[in-house]
């Protein structure tokens, strides 16, 4: 056995035990998922529906085009791809029949597909999942999740995304159709965990060419393969609704007939259809998360999502902004008071975030997390933040400024903008922050046209690698969208990617001495908090899993038991 596939092949291990150690430890108060032995073997009341709230509109249902949690979490519960995370976070075969041959070198992947159908009868087939990934490629198609994904991890994705090759040139092949092949750049040891991401979803290429550009803009354009259908989604709603779909090659564990789902942007009102029985979860934040601290329904849920400012350097990415000054990001980044902001306006068990990837997400063969390799980064400090932002504005020849804060338009969203805006027009005099909340795909777009100077944003991982974080802000990150580019940067997330991808102590060190630049040294943005989750649950909710990585939620397996 050559030494590469060795190591391949241990990476793949710890991977996998990371996976299996971040759910484990706690009572079930402190777990989302409401998963013990004693709940799975409760008696299924007759009528199973459950009734949610989301926090915002479905920008897409779009594989190649989704970007974003609500997105993400419904595409997770409609749709399947080779792999599915499982009850405890670990990817699993799903349309993938088994676990799939390797070659010596780890770089081809073979698998064979399970007898699976869409929602119309007809087979899934490979196919659908080259015509997918390579639509989702094909810079035509306009993805930003296909080369985010895709780059430096399926062979020819970035020569493709650059358009320097052609999509059909894509390291994925139908080899017939119950056999898909995948040739990848080079080893990579968390691949298997990419197959449970959204973006590498199959789609049928006959449907999806037949409703042209009205696909996937409504539920009754859409194909479904996985435990639910949507239904009663016009594209631009605020409710929808699961079914579960009798096609599905695992209906036999999919528990519920259907899921109501509104959109809820205010903690009030959500608390108040969950105590009045409309609703049976309720996220909490602020005086509600305080509120219901004891509650016997309140359940906790920490996470690996970290927010974040990101400090746009050229509007419309061409015309330099304030921003593009180093002193005054730095003064920014340390200019308001992240304990506070965690206790006092969140108050939902979500804790100061003074680097980029999170605390308790990768581990490495000895057990040690990432994060102690730089530990905490910018710290909140009024003196440093003082000094910086007056040799800023000395720099820019000006006596003050005038910042636009871009955030959302969600209750929770407009209480922590006015915090930052307080905070920041406080300690940095001369400066006035004029708040811009819209709706989240109105962020979204303002966020693609760089059309905004601060944005408050948060990032999710989407495998369990930290990677998934360092890689946004490359100077060709599809993410970046904020005018940041950096040699060295690009140089250290190139070398972890390539030059050290088999030596993981090296990869570690480039991986962190990234994050230290671009949080530390360069101040592109600056880190806010990494976030936890409170929320009412009605206990005969059971088996609602929440993931850390990837989609947020999974509704395959949930039921409803003790309500009647």
């Known amino acids: 056995m050559k030494k590469s596939k060795l190591v391949w092949l241990l990476s793949l291990v710890l991977v996998l035990s990371v996976f299996l150690a971040a759910c484990g430890g706690g009572d079930d108060k402190d777990k989302d998922n409401n998963n013990s032995s004693e709940d799975s073997s409760s008696k299924l009341d007759a009528k199973q529906e459950l009734n949610l709230n989301e926090s915002a509109e479905i920008p897409t249902a779009d594989s190649a085009l989704a970007t974003d949690t609500v997105g993400f979490t419904v595409l997770n519960n409609i749709s399947e791809g080779l792999y599915r995370l499982n009850k405890d976070n670990v990817a699993e075969p799903a349309i993938a029949a088994e676990e799939p041959k390797v070659n010596e070198d780890g770089t081809v992947y073979t698998f064979k597909l399970r007898d699976a159908k869409w929602s119309d009868g007809s087979q899934v087939t490979a196919n659908d999942f080259e015509f997918a990934w390579k639509r989702a490629i094909d810079p035509k198609t306009g993805s930003e999740y296909g080369p985010y994904m895709m780059n430096g991890v399926l062979k020819n994705a970035e020569k493709i995304s650059t358009g320097k090759a052609k999509p059909d040139t894509l390291g994925v092949k139908a080899v017939d159709d119950k056999t898909l092949e995948v040739t990848l750049e080079k080893p990579i040891p968390y691949f298997l965990s990419l197959m449970a991401f959204p973006t590498f979803l199959p789609a049928k290429e006959e449907f999806v060419k037949e409703k042209g550009k009205q696909y996937a803009k409504s539920s009754d354009n859409l194909l479904y393969n996985g435990p639910f259908t949507l239904n009663n989604w016009d594209g631009t709603g605020l409710k929808w609704t699961y079914k579960k779909n009798e096609n599905y090659w695992d209906k036999d564990n999919v528990k519920l007939d259907t899921i109501n ?241 088999n030596d993981p102590e090296k990869r570690w060190q480039a991986l962190a001495d990234a994050e230290k630049l671009v949080v530390e040294k360069d101040a592109a943005i600056a880190p806010v908090y990494q976030r936890a989750r409170v929320s009412l649950q009605q206990p005969y909710v059971k088996d609602l899993v929440q993931h850390n990585f990837g989609p947020d939620f999974s509704y395959k397996w949930a039921y409803i038991s003790g309500k009647e």
């Open 261 to 501: 789902v509104d959109v809820v942007k205010e903690t009030s009102t959500a608390v108040n259809l969950y105590n009045s029985g409309e609703k049976d979860r309720a996220g909490l934040d602020g005086d509600f998360a305080a509120q219901y601290a004891n509650d016997k329904n309140l359940v906790k849920f920490e996470e690996a999502t970290v927010f974040y400012l990101k400090f746009n350097q050229k509007r419309n990415g061409k015309t330099n902004t304030p921003l593009a000054n180093l002193n005054i990001r730095k003064a920014l980044s340390q200019a308001f008071n992240k304990e506070e902001l965690t206790t006092t306006v969140l108050a939902n068990g979500s804790e100061p975030a003074n680097y980029l990837v999170p605390k308790n997400f990768t581990f490495d063969e000895n057990k040690k997390d990432f994060r102690d390799i730089n530990g905490d980064l910018t710290k909140f400090d009024a003196t440093a933040a003082k000094d910086a932002w007056e040799k800023g504005l000395k720099e820019l020849g000006v006596k003050k400024l005038t910042l636009e804060f871009l955030g959302d338009d969600t209750d929770l969203a407009k209480k922590m903008d006015e915090y930052m805006k307080n905070q920041l027009e406080k300690n940095l005099p001369g400066l006035t922050i004029k708040l811009k909340e819209v709706p989240f795909q109105n962020r979204i777009d303002l966020d693609t046209n760089q059309d905004y100077d601060i944005q408050f944003a948060g990032w999710g991982p989407d495998y369990q690698d930290p990677l998934t974080f360092i890689s946004l802000w490359t100077s060709d990150s599809p993410q970046n969208k904020m005018g940041y580019a950096s040699d060295e940067y690009d140089k250290l997330v190139k070398e972890a990617s390539t030059t050290y991808a």
